[in-house]
């Protein structure tokens, strides 16, 4: 075992002390706007979870473009936070930009009615991903949510079933974890909850099959939701083979299975699905394919569309829970075209991909040469670094991992050094726009980082 360097408290909470006052001296305008905020906004933003961000409030924004973008004070940017995959195709991609102007010039934002960009974007989700049928929402939360209920419609069975330590947006269901003696409890942080998760769910752990035919054996649950990697709690990866045991154990026991690409489309243009040749009924992806237009949607297997498409009664279609008045409108669409047709396109992930390479392999150095006992993670264009000196197999030990003192640091050192991570934990996601130099500039704060840290 090598043998670390271990890390001084009472030295991180010293410079967290200084990264503070750093912060606060450099954004007067932004603390201004703030706190003004707090007289309209809950807590002062307009989203309770910008709360998380790392300076005691939150930067404003003034422009933005490609991997860059400009607070209110003048201080620019790298981006590797990109709205956490929402700007993933670089923020105002000059071709989605062009094709909203267009939109919205003479042809309508929204109507109830389809346009011809529907049925490309229809073909085109076909071709990436695999899957027949394509449904539109506003959101992949709402995608979700419309799967799930056609699920249970389709199988006549109450329960779903998710990863512990999943994300799948704001469904109800998914916020669920499994307490010590395996009961599923809701989720700490779980605001509200209509009903016990337990009713609803079953959970299990990540790469643990055994755990997974267990809960299936039931026999009661209509579908598994899954990302096939985790990534909101950190990236954890599949162990070989374990997609392909979900997929024979779903279908042994008669549970259809949602594949939530809305971060894994990091892996590639097909998203983890494509790259890894996955089997799902049901695929569901968000906010990236729309350039930061609000957008989801979900696609079916030629077998289970056809299903559905005979249960479902036109007469009730718009009181059925599944729907919305602006799902599949055409701006969104509109918006989808262009960024997957002209941005997010194969060259774009054959640089995206490498540049995430030099990122992760930046880190590891930093990592390995200050005897760190920590590791860096990626996922196609997308890595992170955790706290643990092997990667871990589950949610759960990621989570018992997590340090968010220690988290909120490294977020806010790089951040002082105009260098913007993700609140939540410190990912970074890479666009079409973003260059060599925007990496190796994390790559020197993030060391510079380890040096006062470890000293």
């Given at each position: 075992m090598p043998e670390y360097r271990s890390l001084d408290r009472n030295r991180l909470h010293d410079l967290m002390d200084r990264e503070i006052r750093r912060f606060r001296d450099d954004h007067p305008r932004s603390l201004a706007l703030f706190e003004r905020a707090?007289?309209?906004?809950?807590?002062?933003?307009?989203?309770?979870?910008?709360?998380?961000?790392?300076?005691?409030?939150?930067?404003?924004?003034?422009?933005?473009?490609?991997?860059?973008?400009?607070?209110?004070?003048?201080?620019?940017?790298?981006?590797?936070?990109?709205?956490?995959?929402?700007?993933?195709?670089?923020?105002?991609?000059?071709?989605?930009?062009?094709?909203?102007?267009?939109?919205?010039?003479?042809?309508?934002?929204?109507?109830?009615?389809?346009?011809?960009?529907?049925?490309?974007?229809?073909?085109?989700?076909?071709?990436?991903?695999?899957?027949?049928y394509w449904q539109f929402t506003l959101t992949a939360t709402d995608a979700n949510r419309f799967a799930i209920r056609l699920a249970r419609m389709v199988t006549g069975r109450p329960k779903i079933a998710v990863h512990d330590f999943c994300y799948h947006g704001s469904v109800d269901e998914t916020i669920a974890t499994l307490a010590p003696d395996g009961r599923v409890v809701e989720r700490e942080g779980n605001m509200g909850p209509p009903v016990d998760p337990a009713e609803t769910t079953r959970v299990v752990p990540y790469n643990d099959l055994p755990a997974l035919e267990a809960a299936l054996a039931h026999r009661d649950v209509a579908v598994l939701l899954i990302e096939p990697a985790l990534t909101n709690i950190g990236i954890v990866l599949p162990d070989p083979g374990y997609l392909e045991g979900v997929r024979e154990l779903t279908r042994r026991y008669g549970t259809l299975l949602i594949i939530d690409e809305t971060h894994t489309i990091c892996a590639g243009p097909g998203g983890y699905t494509r790259a890894c040749g996955l089997d799902p009924d049901i695929l569901v992806i968000g906010k990236t394919i729309g350039g930061g237009i609000p957008v989801g949607t979900y696609g079916f297997s030629a077998e289970l569309g056809d299903r559905i498409n005979t249960m479902l009664e036109p007469d009730n279609s718009d009181v059925g829970g599944v729907g919305g008045t602006l799902a599949g409108y055409a701006l969104s669409l509109a918006a989808v075209r262009a960024t997957l047709g002209e941005v997010l396109t194969e060259a774009a992930f054959e640089r995206m991909i490498p540049l995430a390479e030099r990122w992760t392999a930046g880190v590891a150095d930093a990592i390995h040469e200050r005897n760190v006992p920590w590791h860096v993670t990626r996922l196609g264009c997308r890595a992170e670094y955790h706290f643990l000196p092997e990667p871990p197999r589950d949610g759960a030990a990621q989570w018992a991992a997590s340090d968010p003192e220690l988290e909120r640091f490294l977020h806010l050192y790089v951040m002082n050094r105009r260098v913007l991570m993700t609140p939540f934990h410190n990912m970074a996601l890479m666009s079409p726009a973003t260059t060599e130099a925007d990496v190796d500039a994390h790559t020197v704060a993030f060391a510079s980082a380890l040096d006062e840290l470890f000293a």
């Open positions: 707090t007289g309209s906004l809950l807590a002062g933003v307009p989203m309770n979870w910008m709360v998380k961000w790392a300076g005691g409030f939150p930067i404003f924004v003034e422009t933005a473009a490609g991997a860059h973008f400009t607070d209110v004070e003048g201080h620019e940017y790298i981006d590797f936070c990109l709205g956490d995959t929402g700007a993933m195709a670089g923020h105002g991609a000059p071709a989605t930009v062009a094709a909203v102007e267009r939109q919205i010039h003479g042809r309508g934002i929204t109507h109830m009615l389809p346009t011809e960009d529907a049925v490309w974007c229809g073909e085109e989700l076909q071709r990436r991903f695999g899957l027949e």
